[in-house]
């Protein structure tokens, strides 16, 4: 991140540590602690707000999901833990698939389940688990299995963690999540969970399952016996390890709800100063970390809603029936009806985005009154947003690839943002076009079609397309069937996870945006032998430039808020001039890109529509329509 952004604080440290952030630098364990000893809390939280902005803008996502704990039976008798019993005591308890599969309401997009190590369940019963949930909800995703559990199978079956992983995983595995990491601590983990695995073990497992192209999350259970500096060091573990593998999706701090563990009195909770502190301190210390959870469950709905402004950008989801903070005395109730999400988030000022479990956006929730701009989440939109700060409050911003912000705009959700080409296309009657938009003259270098075969050879070829926007695969239609006269070509669209797609099926594969940056710097894609820069190829051929994106307002916009958006709007584009290298460093690092490569890149676009980038969407939308009625 890189912000002009003055915050003021009544903690001077606190204005140090923001100059640290504000220049996209790393904080230390020292900083760490010192944001746990200040009392600017407000100041604090403030810092992590505008960094979680920078990351969701302000969205906050949810799920609607179903928590299972099929057994409270449990090998380990952990210190914390008030949920896990002996086999043959009272209240011992198994369920079975039918009962669990007799629960799940088919409107749920997420069950996340976790439990007890039992001693005598069988590999079976857990590989039929997800695969019958999967048969028989195939719309709803298994997010399943601490890495304590997968351990424990392995140690059990004699199999190794990627058998166990890859097993799951082939019958519908889709994610972890980040239980049984508790505090990142030796000290700790022998005073209060000595049977279980540490961190070693814990990351192993992770690290596998992200090489295997399961993402997980990960947690810290806190307010117990571990110290303020055990909380930043579990938090700088996970930045380490996120920096090799980039596979966790969201960090979660749990707070220790204490019931009759006797580790602390029974209503002795972490106080609200106490959750919000971590929240926000996690969203500093784990730059590279996408998403922090407020988990409602145990830091209170009341808690949680504060939390939004405090650095999180999640709430979990409904839950359904949940166990391991209710055996241990959480007062919050067991499930959170879908409205009740919606309206804290509204309340919070921010946008409920309904999510599935990748943070693919399914459903956005626009409040009365507000106006919704989408930010493109490629780098070589880093221009438009860096400095994007709508003056009406009721401007707010979403993250969303092109095509979500197009089928989002059909169903009047989002209003304003530069809008992919073709969606504009289709939606001209109810949006004005700004001038301004994405648009480059030769290379784009992100808009990549790796093939087996030559383009004169791809005629009745299976090609995998993007599905981030519809325009990169019409300029390939149109470069297929009207440059190079290839017909009969069979599309068929990606996952919009990288992680879920096999390329290996396909005879070419069209990727764009970050994704294409990512691959191309990983030496490419699998064995696809030629690549072409679509963009370029039009250059070759029209000798024109090409233009993905157009800004886009709805017509219905209110005045002052259509005002408030083109000044953000210039306003961004006249400080990031000249700047953009130093503004895309983040995000180019993250992407594997130099410095250099990042200047050649960036340096490809321009953001301003002349007369040359208008005669070019005409062309260009002449060649599309002249396909279609063909
Ligand atoms: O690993 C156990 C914790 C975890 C207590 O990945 C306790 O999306 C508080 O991991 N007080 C399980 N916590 C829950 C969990 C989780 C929850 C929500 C979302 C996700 C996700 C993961 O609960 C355990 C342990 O750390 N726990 N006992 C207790 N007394």
Redesign the pocket.
């Known amino acids: 991140m890189l912000s002009s952004k003055l915050l003021r604080f009544r903690d001077p440290q606190l204005a140090a540590i923001w100059e640290k952030v504000r220049h996209g630098e790393r904080l230390s364990k020292d900083d760490g602690l010192a944001l746990y000893a200040t009392h600017d809390v407000i100041g604090l939280g403030r810092m992590a707000n505008e960094v979680s902005r920078a990351k969701s803008g302000d969205s906050v996502y949810f799920v609607l999901n179903q928590k299972f704990e099929p057994t409270n039976i449990c090998v380990l008798s952990?210190k914390?833990?008030?949920?896990a019993v002996k086999k043959g005591a009272p209240e011992a308890y198994e369920q079975s698939i039918e009962e669990m599969l007799s629960m799940l309401n088919p409107n749920i997009r997420e069950v996340?389940i976790?439990m007890g190590l039992h001693p005598d369940w069988e590999w079976q019963y857990y590989v039929d688990m997800v695969r019958r949930i999967k048969e028989n909800f195939p719309l709803i995703d298994v997010?399943a299995f601490?890495a304590?559990e997968i351990d424990f199978f392995a140690k059990k079956f004699k199999k190794t963690h990627e058998e166990v992983l890859s097993e799951l995983k082939a019958v519908g595995l889709k994610t972890m999540?980040?239980?049984?990491?508790?505090v990142f601590s030796e000290r700790v983990r022998k005073l209060i969970f000595n049977q279980k695995i540490g961190a070693k073990t814990w990351f192993e497992v992770h690290r596998k399952a992200h090489r295997l192209g399961i993402q997980s999350?990960v947690?810290m259970?806190y307010g117990h016996v571990e110290t303020i500096e055990e909380r930043i060091e579990h938090m700088m573990k996970v930045r380490d390890v996120q920096d090799e593998t980039g596979g966790f999706l969201?960090f979660?701090p749990?707070?220790?709800?204490?019931?009759d563990?006797g580790i602390k009195t029974r209503n002795n909770f972490t106080s609200a100063i106490d959750d919000l502190k971590t929240i926000a301190i996690s969203r500093l210390m784990l730059d590279n970390v996408p998403h922090i959870?407020a988990?409602w469950?145990?830091l209170t709905a009341e808690v949680a809603a504060v939390a939004l402004n405090f650095g999180a950008d999640d709430m979990?989801g409904t839950v359904g029936y949940e166990r391991?903070?209710h055996d241990?005395g959480?007062t919050s109730p067991m499930q959170l009806q879908k409205e009740k999400i919606i309206s804290i988030i509204h309340e919070a000022g921010k946008i409920p985005v309904e999510r599935d479990v990748w943070y693919n956006p399914l459903h956005i929730y626009t409040a009365e009154g507000t106006t919704v701009v989408s930010k493109m989440p490629y780098l070589n939109s880093v221009p438009f947003y860096a400095e994007f700060e709508p003056s009406s409050g009721d401007v707010k911003v979403a993250p969303l690839v092109p095509h979500v912000f197009g089928e989002f705009a059909k169903e009047g959700k989002v209003d304003a943002g530069p809008m992919s080409l073709m969606d504009y296309a289709e939606q001209q009657d109810e949006f004005d076009m700004l001038d301004y938009g994405v648009a480059v003259n030769g290379k784009a270098y992100s808009v990549l079609l790796y093939s087996h075969y030559e383009w004169s050879k791809l005629s009745g070829k299976r090609i995998g397309i993007t599905g981030e926007t519809s325009t990169s695969v019409n300029l390939l239609r149109v470069l297929l069937e009207k440059k190079y006269g290839v017909k009969d070509v069979k599309f068929e669209r990606l996952h919009l996870t990288s992680s879920q797609n096999d390329y290996t099926h396909f005879d070419a594969v069209l990727l764009i945006g970050d994704e294409a940056l990512r691959r191309h710097k990983l030496g490419g894609l699998g064995t696809f032998l030629n690549v072409y820069d679509l963009a370029e190829e039009w250059h070759a051929w029209k000798k024109m430039p090409f233009v993905f994106a157009v800004w886009a307002v709805r017509k219905t916009v209110a005045g002052d808020h259509r005002e408030a958006i083109v000044e953000a709007l210039e306003h961004s584009l006249a400080f990031t001039k000249g700047k953009e290298v130093e503004l895309g460093r983040d995000h180019a690092k993250r992407l594997g890109m130099t410095r250099e490569e990042l200047g050649t890149y960036i340096s490809a676009f321009t953001y301003t529509l002349g007369s040359a980038e208008k005669e070019a969407i005409d062309t260009f939308l002449g060649e599309v329509y002249n396909i279609v009625t063909m």
């Open positions: 952990c914390f833990c008030d949920f996340h976790t997010k601490t304590v999540p980040g239980g049984g990491a508790e999350n947690t259970l969201t979660i749990l707070a220790f709800q204490p019931g563990t959870k988990y469950v145990m979990d391991i903070a241990a959480a």
